[in-house]
Structure formats: C-alpha cells, structure tokens
C-alpha cells in the first residue's frame, strides 16, 4: 500500500510517519529545495547565526500526541528554555512578564497574582488531558469532559472580556498579547481560546526553542520518516491529482483553496463550496535582523525574555488587531519579537545574535513594514537600531512565495474567528475528508489548526487508515 503526501511542514511529515509506521510506503512531494514547510532555518544573513524562519516557539510538542509517540531524540533533537517565557512592557514603568513558574509569575502581576493562579493553575495542572481532548476535531466525545469543560467556559469569551477579570493594565496586555497570537480581532467570542491554551502551556511546560533551529524539528522527522522507508522528493510541485495516480492514500498539507485546485471536478460540490469560501486571516511581515550584544531592553526582564510582545495596552492592542482584520495598518502595530537565542546560544556567532521579528499587517498588505518594526522596538529599547548590523526583511508576498500555504501572508491557516474555529474548513466530525475516496486535507486549515503539533496530519492519517481496515 502506498501513500502521497503533498507538502513537507509538521503536518505533512507527520501524517507520513503516522502512514508509515503502519506499514503503509510514503511518498511525500515538496514544491521548495528543503522540506520543512514553517520549521526551516536559514543562516541567510551570516553564518553561523541561525534564524527560525516563521515557526519559533514550540509548547506542544511535549504534550501532542504525535510527538509523544515518536522518539526524535535519537535523531539529536533538543529543546532548551528561556529564563523568562515571555515579557510584555507595556510603557516605561509597566511590564507583565510570564514565567514557567506560576507563582513567580503571580507574584509579578501585583494584586491580580490571586486570579491569575485561579484562572490558570487548575488548566496548568490539567494541560495534557486538555490538550488530548483539544488537539482534534471540534466535534469529539472528550476523554475529559469535566476538565475541558472548564477550559471551555474560558475560552469561549472575547479576549477582551476576559482579560477584565485582573485590574492591572500590565496583566491585561499580558494575556492580550497572547491572545493576540491567534491575529484576529479581540471583541468576538472566542478570541480567548489561543490565549488560554498557549498561557496553560506556558505555565505546564514553558516555551521551548529547539536547538539549532526550528529546523532540526523537521531534520528529525525527516529521519523518523527514512527509518520506515518513506521518501522525500523536492523541487516538485503538485497541481493536478492526476500527478498522483497509483497511490492508495493521498494527505494534502495544502490550503483548501490549493486543495480544491488538485481535486477539480472531483470535489464534491459542498467541500468545493466550503474550500472556496475558506477565508484567510491577517497577514504578517517579517523582519529577520542581526545584532551585535543585545537588545537594550528598559526592563530587565525583556532582556531575558524569548519572547517580548510590543503592543502596549489592552485596549491598544485590540485596536490594532481589529483594524488589520479591517485591511488598515496602525503607525504602532502589533509586534512580536523573538530572542531564542538566550534560550540556545548555538544559534549566535560570537557577539553577534540573530533576532526574529514580525509584525500583524492586513491579509496581502503590499507595503514595507520594516520600518514600522524597527520603531516599535526603539520605543521599548532605545539603541536597537545603532546594533542592528544586517537584515533581511519578508512581506506577505515573499511569506506567499516562500509557503504556499501562508496565503496572503496569513501563517496560521486561516481566519480564526469563531466560524472558522468551528467549521475549518468544514463543520464535520470528519473535517479531514474532502469527500474524494482516500484522499484528505491535513494542513492548519483543518483542526487544531496552527503550530508544531502534528495533530493536523495525525488525525487525518488515522481516518485514512481506519477506513482502510
């Protein structure tokens, strides 16, 4: 029996592997010279100083099951954490910080230490029974009702709403910034899900970075996949199903408009409805820098942060994030910045550091946000532009080029309010299933949707072999 993969990212070698270990020969077929998808690395600017090329940060990967039933550290795989997961300043005086350690953090955030604990220890504690019963279709029996219920009545409030819960201003940008990372607006419901899971992960099990890069991720799994005997062929790229004939089993690691340009005719009529009306999200920009020390952080805690968000208030940063829903850029977008370095020095050379930056811009946006970036992280450490000594920067376009799937520059997948939370890309108890026989959609436009998980293609290879028995 014999498979074909379309497209090496997480999901795409993750579905190969789950194929292969049963027995089932895998094909994968990827479009770029290197397989990786969103876990690339690149030394593009100067050897030796090592730069993640979109996917950074990796909380899941100790608790999906995907990576919890392969051993990739035999294949050298590491992760390293930073001293502090994340810090948010939000002006000169104010900072949120989060920490690993619950207490620590709480201890942090003043008088809102009490709920904050409340809120998140009890999801903390119960992180990987959530994330068993989360990591999947939308339309599941729990194996955890009671613990995913509880997240559940959480996660199913606006951002904003949420972050009401705590008085201080820093701890509402704090789990704002977060929340932010689902790049949708922060007023609709839903729109705390991401910033509760990644915020209980952070407290399960920290941020981790892999070492040397997001790319030895996709370097491991590449040999897990070799070691059943599934190959890899670059440099080619699929357009046709008719490319694909003689396979058994076909998994797309496509968006669902790629999907429906495969399939063609053969595409039922509601999946072809639902994967052309499939809507993308906002976009990113990114800027790759080079710096020699270190970013001159106002606040010490930023300066041993793996992560630093630059958004400034709540209410600031839901406005930045519903305009670029809206298609405009505010002078102050929201910024991400990533210093994983701190976590994992083999990634520098010397005094020299990479630093890896992106900023939320509208889906498409044509303009150059480099600038935009450089300013928003002046404001918060005044000098960063005296020790920036190279960089390469990636507008939606080039993200489009460098990943088909990041359409627009959209690199989660897809839109994330919560009509596409519950119907990604269809509302199905099978949202795998394109409705063509032994063929199935296994990209982050399909449950659980973003990150270095697997789960995607996981759950899809699963379907594909349980139908097969």
């Given amino acids: ?20 270990q049963q027995g089932v020969k895998a094909h994968v077929f990827e479009a770029s010279s290197t397989p990786g998808g969103g876990m690339r690395s690149h030394e593009q600017l100067r050897s ?20 919890t039933n392969v051993d990739l550290r035999r294949y050298g795989l590491r992760f390293a954490l930073p001293e ?64 995913t219920l509880s997240f559940g009545i959480n996660a199913v409030l606006p951002a904003q709403l949420s972050a009401y819960r705590w008085r201080e201003p820093a701890t509402r940008a704090l789990f704002g910034g977060i929340a932010a990372h689902a790049i949708t607006r922060l ?11 990644l915020t209980a992960a952070a407290h399960a099990t920290g941020w981790p970075v892999a070492v040397g890069g997001s790319g030895a991720i996709a370097d491991a799994m590449v040999a897990e996949l070799s070691s059943y005997g599934g190959e890899i062929t670059c440099n080619t790229r699929i357009t046709s199903i008719e490319q694909l004939t ?7 690691d496509t968006s669902p408009h790629a999907a429906a340009e495969i399939l063609k005719d053969r595409l039922p009529k509601r999946q072809r409805r639902a994967y052309q009306a499939y809507r993308f999200g906002p976009g990113a920009f990114k800027v790759d820098f080079v710096i020699r020390g270190h970013i001159p952080w106002t606040h010490k805690a930023a300066r041993q942060a793996g992560t630093v968000h630059l958004g400034g208030t709540l209410s600031q940063i839901a406005a930045t994030e519903k305009q670029a829903v809206k298609g405009n850029l505010y002078e102050c977008p929201f910024v991400l910045v990533g210093q994983q370095y701190l976590a994992d020095p083999s990634r ?12 939320h811009v509208p889906q498409g946006y044509p303009y150059d946000v480099t600038e935009h970036i450089v300013r928003q992280i002046e404001r918060y450490a005044p000098g960063f532009r005296d020790i920036i000594v190279d960089s390469v920067s ?29 119907a990604r890309p269809i509302f199905s108890a099978d949202p795998y299933a394109t409705g063509v026989s032994g063929v199935y959609l296994c990209s982050a436009s399909t449950p659980p949707g973003a990150g270095v998980h697997g789960m995607c293609g996981l759950q899809a290879a699963r379907r594909a072999l349980k139908l097969l028995v």
């Avoid at 029996?1 to 292969?20: D, H, K, Q, R, Y």
């Avoid at 409340?118 to 279709?137: E, H, M, S, V, Y």
């Avoid at 990041?406 to 596409?420: E, L, P």
């Fill in 348 to 359: 520098s050379d010397g005094e020299h550091h990479p630093v890896w930056a992106y900023a």
């Fill in 187 to 197: 007023d609709t419901p839903m729109s705390s899900a991401v910033g509760m899971m």
């Fill in 1 to 20: 029996m014999e498979a074909a993969i379309v497209g090496s990212g997480p999901n795409g070698l993750a579905a190969a592997i789950t194929l292969a």
């Fill in 84 to 147: 502090v997961d994340l810090a948010h300043p939000v002006d000169e005086d104010r900072i949120g910080v989060l920490y690993r350690d619950i207490d620590r953090t709480a201890a942090g955030l003043r008088r809102d230490g009490k709920i904050w604990k409340a809120t998140f220890g009890p999801l903390a504690r119960n992180f990987n029974k959530i994330a068993q019963d989360l990591l999947g279709p939308v339309l599941n029996i729990p194996k955890h009702p009671l613990v």
């Fill in 246 to 252: 003689g396979f058994d089993i076909i998994m797309l």
């Fill in 394 to 422: 990636y507008s939606t376009e080039t993200l489009e080029g460098y990943n088909e799937n990041y359409v627009g520059g959209d690199i989660i997948g897809g839109a994330t309010d919560m009509r596409q939370l519950l």
């Fill in 48 to 67: 030796g100083v090592i730069h993640d090329m979109c996917s950074a940060v990796h909380p899941f990967t100790s608790v999906s099951p995907f990576f």
